[in-house]
Nanobody, 126 residues
Framework: EVQLVESGGGLVQAGGSLRLSCGIS????????IGWFRQAPGKEREGVSS????????YYAESVKGRFTISSDKAKSTMYLQMNNLKPEDTAVYYC???????????????????WGQGTLVTVST
């Protein structure tokens, strides 16, 4: 059984940083794509970033490019999202997710996700 567990959310002031972690068990970490989505109140869940666990190619949404960095550690079965220069519009519940399908990180979309974490809240104050 595949399980994803996020941690690291919280309250931070604008301009601050947070690092989210996602522990992933029961997943192969082969030629697969894992990543992050977020959902703000009243908005659709959107893809934030993804990474191919074999080739380490990455994708970032335009809204987070240059501020967020995704990484994965196969030995620890963990994925990270380093978030710098946070803005109030980054406030959302962040979900880690995994896909066992053959896709590129740039194809990161919720319709391709096979496994979801429970979510962790990130709140950025002004």
């Amino acid at each position: 059984e595949v399980q994803l567990v996020e941690s690291g959310g919280g309250l931070v002031q604008a301009g601050g940083s947070l690092r989210l972690s996602c522990g992933i068990s029961g997943f192969a970490f082969g030629d697969d794509v894992i990543g992050w989505f977020r959902q703000a109140p009243g908005k659709e869940r959107e893809g934030v970033s993804s990474i191919n666990t074999k080739f380490l190619s990455t994708y970032y949404a335009e809204s987070v490019k240059g501020r967020f960095t995704i990484s994965s550690d196969k030995a620890k079965s963990t994925m990270y999202l380093q978030m710098n220069n946070l803005k109030p519009e980054d406030t959302a519940v962040y979900y880690c997710a995994a896909s066992g399908r053959l896709l590129r990180p740039s194809q990161w979309d919720k319709s391709w996700v096979d496994y979801w974490g429970q979510g962790t809240l990130v709140t950025v104050s002004t």
